[in-house]
């Protein structure tokens, strides 16, 4: 059975009536996500009473999903003030996108080299569906065709310690991406599209520079964007 709840916070999903240590780990990845998304807005004053009523549970679980929220850098915690969701700071774009572009670099070179049939047929596929979505203005549908090529990626490399790395910087540009309009990385399907043709052909400094290049020019658009926004 499970429980869903819709109250201050927007609509925050479903919780499953369990017991035990996975509540606070169900609650942080529903938080994260809220964040991630933008529906918790920068600022975000988290009171641990209204997540508590609108999950469902005591404020002991919330407690420890806002303590490991704040641990994985999504929250502040100010004393004698509560818990805020984090602001964003074009310094840290920068930074997470010269790294973001090294770690990816990296994964499209050994997908390059170590990639099967059935993972190019996987890439085309979702490099299509982006084509057959241009114009789409939905973000949520344009982030998860994103997301899901870098997941073949990842997965095709067969490097899992890289592969965690990826998945947490591609969390934190998602984080950056929902502050600004929908329209940014609309270029992702022609230039994952170049990128799969040279998986294909195992051209891995091709490969690299591809995946560097759509991070890097992602990256600064978003810059661009929230510097803007900033003085405005």
């Avoid at 059975?1 to 499953?16: C, E």
């Avoid at 407690?63 to 602001?87: C, K, M, N, T």
């Avoid at 059935?118 to 569906?129: F, G, P």
């Avoid at 990256?219 to 510097?227: E, F, I, Q």
């Amino acid at each position: 059975m499970t429980v869903t709840k819709s109250g201050p916070f927007g609509d925050v999903g479903a919780l499953p009536e369990v017991t035990g240590g996975s509540i606070p780990a169900h609650i942080h990845e529903l938080l994260e996500e809220a964040i991630i998304t933008g529906v918790l807005a920068p600022g975000t004053r988290m009171r641990a009473d209204l997540l508590a009523a609108e999950y469902g549970v005591s404020r002991i679980p919330v407690r420890e999903a806002l303590r490991s929220l704040h641990e994985a850098g999504w929250v502040d915690i100010r004393p004698r003030y509560g818990v805020y969701v984090r602001d964003r700071s074009v310094q840290e774009l920068r930074e997470l996108v010269a790294t973001r572009a090294v770690i990816e670099a990296s994964i499209a070179g050994w997908t390059a080299q170590r990639r099967s049939t059935e993972d190019l047929n996987r890439l085309r596929e979702l490099t299509h569906s982006g084509q057959r979505a241009d114009g789409c203005t939905d973000p949520r549908r344009l982030s998860r065709l994103v997301s899901a090529y870098w997941a073949v990626l990842r997965e095709a490399a067969g490097n899992q310690v890289m592969a965690a790395v990826s998945v947490d910087l591609e969390k934190r540009t998602r984080f950056y991406l929902s502050a600004v309009p929908t329209g940014v990385g609309g270029h992702w399907p022609s230039a994952l599209d170049r990128l799969t043709a040279f998986l294909d052909r195992g051209d891995v400094d091709a490969a690299a520079t591809e995946a560097r290049g759509y991070v890097t020019e992602t990256g600064a658009t978003v810059g661009r964007l929230l510097t803007a926004r900033d003085r405005s």
